[in-house]
């Protein structure tokens, strides 16, 4: 008699737990090289208390066909179980004691969470108060869909070139038309992302990506002050008597707001300008209107539309 024996693809936990097992509950699943129903090695439910659990669980993407994996049970006949679920949904349980037997369930096309839980109810305990699990078969793995992901810059006008893209565990650029295509991206729902470049606000976001999708960002400039090598403002004089001048730069045109606060924080003073163009200008306050304005420290806070800067000032 001629026969084949062909290499089997169930899992049975010979060279340890694979790392797509999830375990969770009150106590784990251990692999444990006791008593396995094929090889040395199977899985045991974790030692819970009375109205505990311990939880084994898997997803996976999968062709049509059958799961089947072998169990055995030692526990309170009737009321501490192996039950076992495929996408939340309980297919079977078992209690009391039975030796190693397989269970078999069809799966369709798909991604599927299988569960393995042993729950135990309010009180007693029975047998060796455990489950065990071996040798699980899963239906052929399907390959996981995959897509494009097109992230497009702007500034809302023309393309932002070398704008940085994390996403998908990558880092990725721009190119010359403010694109960034990410591949092999797998479905899933609110996939996170940042996009960033110096000089510019950072956005972040989330995708859901179930076919080849596009995500457009525009990046507004960041308005800095900017006066001086130093990036200081220049605040003169300093100490002041009733008139100070404020000089600036900004890179990009802006509304600005200064105010001026006493030493409790109370406001004495303040300037809005609207659409001050990009370049160099400068606010003049004349306090010689305020009366009884004493003598000591002020503060000061600048404010474009996107940058702030503070300060002190001395009334003399």
Same mark, same amino acid.
């Given at each position: 008699?001629d ?13 340890g ?22 090889g ?7 030692a819970?208390?009375n ?7 898997v997803?996976?993407?999968?062709q ?12 309170e ?6 039950k ?9 349980k ?11 369930y ?33 239906p ?6 995959t ?5 497009t ?37 609110? #996939?996170?992302?940042?996009?960033? =470049? *110096?000089?510019? &606000?950072t %956005? !972040? @976001? ?40 404020f ?11 200064l105010l ?21 200008n400068s ?13 000591? #420290?002020?503060?000061?806070?600048? =404010? *474009?539309?996107? &940058?702030? %800067? !503070? @300060?002190?000032?001395i009334?003399?």
């Amino acid at each position: 008699v001629d026969f084949i024996l062909p290499i089997s693809t169930a899992e049975s936990f010979e060279t340890g737990i694979p790392s797509d097992f999830v375990l969770s509950g009150n106590v784990n699943w251990t692999r444990v090289s006791t008593g396995a129903y094929d090889g040395i090695y199977c899985m045991k439910s974790g030692a819970i208390a009375n109205s505990q659990s311990s939880v084994m669980q898997v997803t996976k993407t999968v062709q049509a066909g059958t799961i089947s994996f072998y169990k055995k049970v030692s526990s309170e006949p009737g009321y501490d179980y192996l039950k076992f679920y495929i996408d939340g949904t309980e297919k079977a349980k078992w209690s009391g004691t039975a030796d190693w037997n397989q269970a078999s369930y069809p799966v369709t096309a798909g991604v599927h969470t299988f569960k393995w839980e042993y729950m135990k109810d309010v009180s007693q305990t029975g047998g060796s108060d455990c489950a065990w699990v071996d040798y699980i078969e899963f239906p052929p793995l399907q390959a996981a869909t995959t897509y494009n992901v097109t992230f497009t810059v702007t500034d809302g006008a023309n393309p932002v070139q070398n704008a940085n893209i994390l996403f998908n565990t990558e880092n990725k650029s721009t190119n010359s038309s403010g694109i960034a295509v990410f591949e092999n991206v797998e479905a899933g729902n609110n #996939l996170p992302y940042t996009v960033s =470049k *110096t000089g510019y &606000d950072t %956005k !972040t @976001g989330t995708v859901n990506v179930s076919a080849n999708t596009n995500v457009s960002e525009v990046l507004s400039l960041h308005i800095d002050i900017i006066v001086n090598p130093e990036g200081k403002l220049l605040v003169s004089p300093n100490p002041f008597g009733n008139i100070i001048n404020f000089q600036f730069y900004l890179n990009q045109s802006s509304d600005v707001e200064l105010l001026i606060f006493n030493s409790t924080g109370t406001g004495v003073a303040s300037i809005i300008r609207k659409n001050l163009p990009q370049g160099e200008n400068s606010l003049t306050l004349d306090l010689r209107k305020i009366d009884n304005l004493s003598k000591g #420290l002020y503060f000061y806070q600048f =404010k *474009t539309n996107s &940058d702030s %800067k !503070t @300060g002190k000032i001395i009334k003399q």
